[in-house]
């Protein structure tokens, strides 16, 4: 008989650690049983770090990308792609427009590519920093020694997902790239003393429940500090444009068990649930997430950035609006940890 999820049966789990099976009987809950875990998942996350969220700001400052990821419309084969790039200026008046904003992160997000010189991108995070923001970057894979001068000049956190712990599944939605060298990358940032972060893309063609508990398992093998899941939408122009949405729901689920099981993380509440869900950040925030991303990417570039179609953008006032509306109060990182 299949084992029901009580309170109780939470409780036994945080107590005595979940094992493969009940992370799998997580993902595979009742709506019942969901509002139990989630229900769950906000007490742990209230324990770790209060009733509290933050926001950060991001800006997406380069799409020319050297890879050839089946999902995205900035694959490297797309005869579609377009390429900009922001300079050292426009970023600063953006990092400064967040900074009056209240927000204190500064997330620099850009393509996997040389187009931006690791000396220049030094420079932009040195004066971000000088406004007084945290500087986070999701920039892929680079020269190890850029990790040093991006580090000393104020990056203090950097985010690589691992996209799916499924080797084959890995080597086919990424071509050219292995699973091992991804996670070794990320244990790289963490010897170069970063926080780190990671996270699937949940719902791509051929992933199976199992893998899913498999990246669970990565993540807490890797002790993220940041951890995140975005649900898979097909991009226009990639091979994968034809191919089925992943599941919200299963999305909201993936949420809890990361609370659940990597208890301290920060968790975002990613825009793909908003795009697919009626208030899907709230509920995110429902299922244990602590953090939410505006994007301040500006208007005319952002359409060039296509990890995904029809993209949600999440607006200052929709963040600060979610927030509240999870019983949540806003406040910066460094109160958040502190
Ligand atoms: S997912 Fe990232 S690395 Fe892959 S093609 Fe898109 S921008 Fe490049």
């Known amino acids: 008989m299949k084992t029901k999820i009580t309170s109780e049966w939470v409780d036994e789990k945080l107590k005595n650690g979940f094992l493969r099976n009940d992370l799998k009987l997580i993902l595979a809950s009742s709506d019942e049983e ?9 007490e742990v996350r209230d324990q770790q770090f209060g009733r509290k969220a933050f926001i950060r700001a991001v800006v997406e400052f380069a799409n020319s990308c050297r890879c050839s990821c089946l999902y995205c419309g900035m694959r490297l084969n797309n005869p579609d792609g377009m390429n900009f790039s922001l ?45 007084g923001m945290g500087v986070l970057l ?22 690589l997902k691992h996209e799916t712990a499924d080797k084959e599944l890995f080597q086919r939605m990424k071509p050219g790239f292995t699973l091992e060298d991804r996670i070794e990358w990320l244990k790289i940032l963490r010897r170069h003393d970063y926080h780190i972060g990671s996270g699937p893309l949940l719902g791509l063609p051929g992933q199976t429940v199992d893998s899913l508990v498999d990246d669970l398992f990565l993540l807490r093998d890797l002790h993220v500090e940041m951890s995140s899941v975005s649900v898979f939408l097909p991009a226009a122009g990639t091979p994968l444009e034809n191919e089925p949405t992943g599941d919200p729901e299963l999305g909201l689920r993936f949420i809890a068990a990361m609370r659940l099981f990597l208890k301290d993380t920060l968790i975002p509440a990613t825009s793909t649930f908003e ?14 997430a602590n953090v ?22 999440v607006g200052l006032e929709h963040a600060r609006k979610t927030i509240r509306k999870a019983g949540l109060v806003e406040t910066t990182e460094g109160e958040l940890l502190s």
């Not at 999701?138 to 985010?159: M, N, T």
């Open 87 to 131: 300079d050292h200026a426009e970023l600063l008046a953006i990092a400064r427009t967040a900074y009056e904003n209240g927000i204190r992160t500064f997330f620099l997000q850009a393509a996997e590519s040389e187009s931006y010189g690791a000396i220049w991108l030094r420079d932009v995070i040195a004066d971000i920093k000088e406004l």
């Open 34 to 42: 969901a509002e139990i875990l989630y229900r769950a998942a906000r």
């Open 292 to 313: 939410i991303t505006v994007n301040m990417t500006p208007q005319k570039l952002r359409d060039d950035y296509t990890i995904y179609s029809d993209r949600f953008y």
């Open 275 to 288: 795009r697919l869900l009626e208030n899907g950040q709230y509920r995110c925030f429902q299922a244990g």
């Open 138 to 159: 999701c920039v892929g894979v680079h020269q190890e020694s850029d990790l040093d001068l991006w580090r000393d000049a104020g990056a203090y956190k950097f985010i």
